[in-house]
């Protein structure tokens, strides 16, 4: 797999540089890029941009990945995580992961990042208010993590949870949500390649607005189930309980497979709006699974997807 490890991330402007020259060097000559280039092996920036995972669709401007969020422990305006999230502090940070492990504890998380392989992924987010941002992730697989937790044979689920402290977070002053925020993952989802947390994007540290320090990603579903600031993970047998859909469960179920087909209550999921692609920018039609489908539909072969909504 293409790794980049931390230390390896690059100041932007650098990387902004490589990427150029990439490109450059692919549309010169192709197969030049991998024969040999003036770069040592550990600047594995390379690698990490020719991930089979990446798409190579045009990335939404950084300025709109960090300044049109949800992220409600901050309030529900579109800008308010870029006003307000900066106040957040986000180290020291660890981790709990418990229930159904064998090495159940406090995961401290600049020994996460240790122990990570960090790779870039240019993910499509798709949003369930029919929006949609691509964004280059840093980040490493879930699947990694959870074995060094090394989850039982039982385990079924995993529980996700974002950190409360509303003396940083004013969002959760109000009842606007059931605090913590929660969500949740079926194993198999959680252990899919395609999941990754991530700590970075567009080659630096995560804003905390996206997350920071460490948010799920899950490109397949809407991007109310990547969550935020996660400060727990629960191994467990049962289905858990996730933010939005004990909220309203008739138009938020626990899979949130995005599907064009399946249409939220109150509006179509068919198409959707790309942000900070300009005034004239067309709205794109919906891919199922938001184009994923060759990595994931076989996790939900049998099951009724308009039905485990
Ligand atoms: N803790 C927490 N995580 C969250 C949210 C939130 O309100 N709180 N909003 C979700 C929603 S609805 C979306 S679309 C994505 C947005 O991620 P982004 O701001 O990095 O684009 O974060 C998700 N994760
Ligand atoms: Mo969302």
Same mark, same amino acid.
């Given at each position: 797999?293409?790794?980049?490890?931390?230390?390896?991330?690059?100041?932007?402007?650098?990387?902004?540089?490589?990427?150029?020259?990439?490109?450059?060097?692919?549309?010169?000559?192709?197969?030049?890029?991998?024969?040999?280039?003036?770069?040592?092996?550990?600047?594995?920036?390379?690698?990490?941009?020719?991930?089979?995972?990446?798409?190579?669709?045009?990335?939404?401007?950084?300025?709109?990945?960090?300044?049109?969020?949800?992220?409600?422990?901050?309030?529900?305006?579109?800008?308010?995580?870029?006003?307000?999230?900066?106040?957040?502090?986000?180290?020291?940070?660890?981790?709990?992961?418990?229930?159904?492990?064998?090495?159940?504890?406090?995961?401290?998380?600049?020994?996460?990042?240790?122990?990570?392989?960090?790779?870039?992924?240019?993910?499509? #987010? !798709?949003? &369930?208010?029919? $929006?949609?941002?691509?964004?280059?992730? /840093?980040?490493?697989?879930?699947?990694?993590? *959870?074995?060094?937790?090394?989850?039982?044979?039982?385990?079924?689920?995993?529980?996700?949870?974002?950190?409360?402290?509303?003396?940083?977070?004013?969002?959760?002053?109000?009842?606007?949500?059931?605090?913590?925020?929660?969500?949740?993952?079926?194993?198999?989802?959680?252990?899919?390649?395609?999941?990754?947390?991530?700590?970075?994007?567009?080659?630096?540290?995560?804003?905390?607005?996206?997350?920071?320090? #460490? !948010?799920? &990603?899950?490109? $397949?579903?809407?991007?109310?189930?990547? /969550?935020?600031?996660?400060?727990?993970?629960? *191994?467990?047998?049962?289905?858990?309980?996730?933010?939005?859909?004990?909220?309203?469960?008739?138009?938020?179920?626990?899979?949130?497979?995005?599907?064009?087909?399946?249409?939220?209550?109150?509006?179509?999921?068919?198409?959707?709006?790309?942000?900070?692609?300009?005034?004239?920018?067309?709205?794109?039609?919906?891919?199922?699974?938001?184009?994923?489908?060759?990595?994931?539909?076989?996790?939900?072969?049998?099951?009724?997807?308009?039905?485990?909504?």
């Amino acid at each position: 797999m293409p790794s980049l490890r931390y230390s390896d991330i690059t100041p932007k402007a650098d990387y902004l540089n490589r990427r150029r020259f990439i490109a450059a060097a692919a549309a010169a000559g192709g197969g030049a890029v991998a024969a040999g280039l003036p770069f040592s092996p550990a600047t594995a920036a390379i690698d990490a941009i020719k991930s089979p995972y990446s798409t190579s669709e045009e990335l939404t401007p950084l300025d709109a990945i960090t300044t049109y969020n949800n992220y409600y422990e901050f309030g529900t305006d579109k800008r308010d995580p870029s006003r307000y999230a900066g106040r957040l502090t986000t180290r020291p940070w660890s981790v709990v992961i418990d229930g159904l492990v064998n090495n159940p504890g406090t995961y401290d998380f600049e020994d996460i990042l240790a122990g990570a392989t960090l790779e870039e992924r240019i993910y499509r #987010l !798709r949003c &369930v208010e029919a $929006w949609s941002m691509v964004v280059p992730w /840093i980040g490493f697989e879930l699947a990694s993590l *959870l074995a060094r937790a090394d989850p039982m044979p039982d385990a079924r689920y995993v529980a996700f949870e974002t950190l409360v402290r509303p003396e940083e977070m004013p969002g959760q002053s109000s009842r606007l949500l059931e605090w913590p925020y929660r969500e949740g993952l079926r194993l198999d989802e959680a252990m899919h390649p395609l999941t990754i947390l991530a700590t970075g994007l567009y080659g630096e540290e995560l804003p905390n607005q996206n997350g920071a320090p #460490l !948010r799920l &990603v899950v490109p $397949w579903k809407y991007g109310f189930k990547s /969550i935020k600031a996660i400060v727990r993970m629960t *191994l467990t047998v049962a289905e858990p309980p996730t933010t939005w859909n004990m909220q309203a469960p008739r138009e938020y179920g626990f899979y949130s497979n995005v599907n064009p087909e399946v249409s939220h209550p109150r509006w179509s999921q068919a198409t959707e709006r790309p942000v900070g692609a300009g005034f004239f920018a067309r709205r794109k039609p919906t891919l199922m699974f938001n184009g994923y489908g060759e990595e994931v539909a076989s996790l939900y072969v049998g099951m009724d997807l308009s039905r485990n909504y």
